[in-house]
């Protein structure tokens, strides 16, 4: 077989291989995040959040079909299109690998020698498998999101440009730069990271194109390849829409035509511009100049995927964020305007004062005009410097600062603040650590902040990680055999940087466009995203590209081994022992330590925990949920599979934007809108959005009927006057009431019979915030039109800034608290609970996803179960006891050790199984709180062992207090339980640990 069938053959076997293996692990229903918006979206063709992937979407959902009708399967089918896009990846690194190591063999003019084309093809399958079974690109393979059709878009570019090198003096090479424009184009409508090739394809042009190249030479390739990214970035994807809505403005606003008449003209002059750049072109035979007008045109028919945006906005679709049906909210949903951006040029220190505002114009459509908006786009400080990267003046954000950093009380930050947390957090945190937990390995998958007990990488050499982690000596059994440990001994890595040294060596041309690649999807998106500290999650996905470029220096790494072996036996036998040796420290180990916490084929617990949701829910009701976890997976299973339909689900935290506002007002399949009666136009973009408070002294309690009254007045007697001399809405007393109708009450059943003598004449509270948004005026208008008509719900997971102050009427029925009239006098901290509606919901409603018998539980599977055994099983359990329901509370306990994880993740769960263990004692299930005491202090133990031994090895970085803190508690929390039982040996055992750690750590 010639060389080309053999890459052809070997290509498609390895996408073959790594597309198997990712559709064995595949999740088979949603997961948490982005994947229940995006497989949503995709089934119904929906606008998901900014700035979009319509592609994506498109894609995705012709995959859908493949379900045939079945909609169990439809997310299943999604995330094979994910495999699928995952294993092509793979060919396209192969192909691009092979490429570069042959143009090495044929410069030395062996090109046909059979001992070559093993270490080619070896080099290829090392490389392109490693990559498939790296933890990032495996993460991202097996789950409906855009990161792995954005690395098919990457590979494919990159394999695109090694072809036009190939056959750069051919007649019609320039045909394959138009192809890279097109897939460039293609994959804006997917995701922006494969922009960060187009500095890579300048360079390999620019050395094509030049004999001898210079350092001038090379920087001019750079900057041109820079400015086209820049182009593309800003010009195309943003300005072009900039100036369609600024040449609408005017037709509208100046000339009084219709809306989208300036567009229109604003097309066809682009158009034509385009037509006679190819005609001037080619009549005048400039080659570059039609290339590059061709290229552009290929880029805007790629880019043009996003009218799928505009045509589906206009639908109007259940799914609709941003509402980006004119030209400005379009322009709004590409910019990202819903989300804060960071400072990259210029920017304040995190302990700067703000001194003024820069305003912004912005426009909003109405019936015949644009509006122009006066809109807050940044504020001025008193201390600025460049290259801000300790820049977040969020609370939280600022005390990590100052612990990170050392800043003591008093000291302002300064640049080599700055740059410290650049290099140690940004760089060493948040992109080296990832790259090491694909290369050298990992040492558990629960998020890391900068501990030595979570998220670090780690070598599996003894000697090594205790030098870098400590503890090494007093690993506990669940440290050991957490699937989630994963070790590579440094294999992958001494490969790849044995490939990178040889490819230099070889070819520094090829080697530093590799680098190139390696740096702008590594470095240089750490430089652009400059993140703050304490992301929700962790962001290697975001590196995909810069692990892509490092396995191609892994596969060849096998040319390196060899020319190491041909010095002690023959190049045959040299090669395929290097070939074979790359196989087992590359490919084989990943795939061999990565299996067991990438398998997501057991999962299901983000599909259960949504159904669990809505199943908590009365008939017809609205349910008021906040972030992506208890949102996303609930809008899979409404729009995917068709589970409680009847409930209108509500996201408060779009609710304070003006068209997230107007779409709930409209009803979702069997689900009625929300009864807002608040007209539009009083909370039109620019209106109304942040209310202050006022302190008008008022007598007593407020009516939020007259609140809302005066809060939507558009006279300037009952408005507040700003400094600017404009007019402003405010909330003039934080004590609200509203009244109650006993009988509409009672007659929709919206309090259990036992608590309707409970039922107050008015509800008083106390306004939680200092001003008021669009979702308070939302949610004061649903209380007062709604009359008890419709149960009105609200996640655990809002938080209490979002509730209004309502706090004390929400009543916990499950995995949702259900706003009832009712007075009660509560502990502080204490909420009330309708234990029997809980009850039922916990033995005849829920479903725990597998997670007793899942072999592997991601982090957020492990944090939710935790969270289940102590605000659902344990509070329920606690509850009926109480009541003095024993039975009840029996069946709930035993139900929580038959559902709940068979192992323990973290030491927060040791206390979250005290009601637990309490109930199945009190219960007479002895057998079963023995065996988790046993369990739990087995664990905790341990734990405490190694925590010691961290104090001794890493004395620098002090003790792990937070759990250590969480152990002596539960410690005390289980001497208390076992007091009261027959099992003394057991509290003995328990009593003397208590004494031995209170000695320990309290003594001082």
Known sequence: MDYKKLNNVLGWLCAIIATSVFIITAERTTSWWDTGEFIASAYKLQIVHQPGAPLFLMLQNIFSNFALGNLAQIAFWMNVGSAICSGLTVMFLFWTITALARKIIQSDHQSNDKNHLIKIMGSGMVGALAYSFSDTFWYSAVESEVYAMSSLCTAVVFWAILKWEARANKPHADRWLIVIAYIIGLSIGVHLLN???????????????????????????????????????????????????????????????????????????????????????IRKGKVILNTAILATCFILLGYSSFTMVLLRANANPSLNNNDPENVFSFLGYLSREQYESEPLIKGQYFDANPIGINERIDYRKDNHQYTPIKRAASYQFDRETIFPRIYSQKPYHQYFYKGYLGIEEGRKANFADNLKFFFNYQVGHMYARYFLWNFVGKQNDQQGHGSLTEGNWLSGIKAIDNLHIGGQSKLSDEMIHNPSRNTYFFLPLIIGFAGALWHFKRNKKDAAVVSLLFMFTGLAIVIYLNQSPLQPRERDYAYAGSFYAFAIWIGLGVFAISEFFKKYINERNANLLATSLCLIAGPLILISQNWDDHNRSEKSLARDMAKNYLETCAPNAILFTYGDHDTFPLWYLQEVEGVRRDVRIVVISYLTSDWYFRQVKNGTYQAAGLPITIPNEKVAKGLRESLPYHDLNLAGSTDINLLLDFLLSDSNDNKLQMRDGQYENFLPTKSLKLAVNKEDVIRNKVVPQEWESEIPKQMEWTFGNDYVTRADLGLMSVLVNNNWKRPIYFSGMVPAESLMGLDKYMVNEGFAKRLMPIEAKLEKGESLINVDKLYK????????????????????????????????????????????????????????????????????????????????????????????????????????????????????????????????????????????????????????????????YLSE
């Open 841 to 1000: 919901n916990i033995v005849d409603k829920y479903a725990w996803g597998n997670i007793h018998q899942a072999t592997y539980l991601d982090t957020d599977s492990f944090r939710f179960a935790g969270m289940y055994a102590e605000e659902i099983f344990g509070k329920a359990a606690r509850t009926l006891l109480a009541k003095g329901e024993t039975e009840k509370a029996r069946q709930v306990a035993v139900k929580a050790f038959n559902e709940l994880p068979q192992r323990l993740y973290s030491m927060s769960d040791v206390t979250s199984y005290g009601d637990v263990i309490d109930t199945l004692y009190k219960t007479g299930e002895i057998k079963f709180a023995n065996q988790l005491v046993d369990r739990n202090m087995k664990f905790l133990t341990e734990h405490m062992d190694y925590y010691q031994q961290l104090a001794i090895d890493k004395p620098e970085n002090g003790l792990e207090v937070q759990n250590i803190r969480m152990a002596l508690d539960s410690v005390d929390l289980y001497e208390r339980i076992l007091s009261n039982t027959k099992e003394k040996d057991r509290y003995a055992y328990i009593a003397e640990l208590s004494n031995k750690y209170k000695k320990m």
């Open 195 to 281: 922009l960060l090739v187009i500095p890579a394809i300048a360079l390999i042009i620019y050395f094509k194109k030049t004999e001898r190249t210079t350092f001038w030479g090379i920087s001019k390739a750079l900057f041109i390849g820079l400015g086209i990214l820049a182009i593309i970035l800003w010009g195309i994807i943003q300005y072009l829409i900039k100036f369609a809505a600024k040449f609408d403005l005017f037709f509208v606003n100046t000339l009084g035509l219709g809306f989208g008449s300036g567009i229109f003209v604003f097309v066809i002059m682009i158009l034509s511009a385009l037509i006679y750049g190819i005609y001037y072109s």
